[in-house]
Structures are given as structure tokens and as C-alpha cells.
């Protein structure tokens, strides 16, 4: 390729890059519009999420994954006729599809698996389902309650597994009132990890 064409092409690579920066920033920006139970928004949460994995040493595809665990609460938001159970078991494998136009497996396994880490921590440790406030036990029934013996095996043999349980961790983590870094600060990151 002559070095005009590729000069072509990688400004059409970056054009594109650019546009799904601005499309994941506009898609996040409408998660400040989704209230949460246990107070805030979707967007502060998720940003919560992502803070946790970014202190805690995570590599950058576990930010991201934890940036964008929940969008799927997002993408299905504007459909009325969906009922909040479907919201509850769906929105990961949602979320995983949508970002794997962009990003690697070892962002979208854990996105994806986020909910049956859930589960299978429900199922393996009692102390961690009594834990669970009212809104979470109801979304734990809602995406399939415990797990079986089929599930459990099938859980922890994914080579991301452990990502996952990661994910869910910083999840389910109360918010203490740290002053969280705004969505831009993680873009950097985002932009990295794309494909």
C-alpha cells in the first residue's frame, strides 16, 4: 500500500474511533438519566464501578469492563414495553453484544458475565446473598436466582471468570462519597482497549 493510502486509511480509522468515543460518551451521558433504587444515577454508578477497578491495580480491559457493565440498562431504557425483569436478566448479554463491534473478549466476558457472578456468589456464599438489599435479591430471582451444579462448573471453568467476580465486586460496593472522576478522564483508557 502506498503511503498515500495508508495515510487515507488511518485518518478513516481514526475518524471511526472517533465516532465511537462520541457515541459511547453520548450513550453514558444518558445513564445520569436512569435513577438507581439505592439513590444516584446510572451514570455515577457506573462511574463508581470504574473508579474501584481503576485503585484496585485492575488492567485497563477491567476498567472498561467495569465502566461499561451496566450499559445495557441504558440501551433498553427507551423501550416502555419492557418489563423490568427482562431489564434485570438481559442487560449484560445486551451490553457484551453491543460493545463487541469495539472492544476484545477480555472486556466483554466480564460485561457479560457480570450477572451470574451474581449468581454464583449467591450460590457459594451464604454470607454474600444475605448481604443483598431488597432490590438486589429481586434482581438476583429476576436473572435466574441460584445456580446449579451445571452452572456453577460451567462458571468458573470461563477462562474469565475471575474478571467477572472482580466486576461484580466493585458492583456491588456501597458508594462512600469519593469524589469521582468524570467520564472524559476514562476516555483515554477506552480508546486504548479498542479494537
Known amino acids: 500500500m502506498s503511503w498515500k493510502l495508508q495515510s ?21 451521558r444518558q445513564c445520569a ?28 480491559p477491567l476498567v472498561v469492563a467495569a465502566l461499561f457493565h451496566d450499559i445495557g440498562h441504558c440501551l433498553c431504557a427507551g423501550d416502555p414495553e419492557l418489563p423490568d425483569y427482562y431489564r434485570d ?6 451490553a457484551a453484544t453491543w460493545l463487541s463491534r469495539w472492544f476484545p473478549a ?8 457480570h450477572i451470574d457472578a451474581k449468581r454464583y456468589l449467591a450460590t457459594v456464599d451464604p454470607a454474600y446473598r444475605m448481604q443483598l438489599g431488597r ?7 429476576n436473572q435466574g436466582g441460584l445456580m446449579t451444579e451445571h ?13 467477572a467476580l472482580l ?28 479494537r
Not at 8 to 28: C, E, I, P, Q, R
Not at 34 to 54: D, K, M, T
Not at 167 to 189: H, K, M, N, Q, S
Request: aromatic share 8%.
Open 106 to 113: 477480555s472486556v466483554c466476558a466480564p460485561v457479560a458475565m
Open 167 to 194: 466486576v461484580r465486586v466493585f458492583d456491588d460496593a456501597p458508594y462512600v462519597g469519593e469524589c469521582l472522576p468524570p467520564y472524559t478522564r476514562y476516555e483515554r483508557i477506552v480508546r486504548s482497549v479498542m
Open 33 to 60: 438519566n436512569i435513577e438507581l433504587n439505592e439513590g444516584g444515577n446510572l451514570l455515577q454508578h457506573s462511574l463508581w464501578v470504574a473508579y474501584q477497578a481503576q485503585a484496585a491495580g485492575c488492567e485497563s
Open 135 to 141: 432490590g438486589s435479591k429481586q434482581s438476583l430471582e
Open 8 to 28: 487515507v486509511y488511518m485518518g478513516m480509522t481514526d475518524v471511526a474511533t472517533h465516532n465511537v468515543l462520541l457515541l459511547l460518551k453520548s450513550v453514558m
Open 89 to 94: 436478566r438481559e442487560h449484560a448479554a445486551l
Open 151 to 163: 452452572e456453577l462448573s460451567a462458571f468458573s471453568s470461563h477462562r474469565q471468570h475471575e474478571q
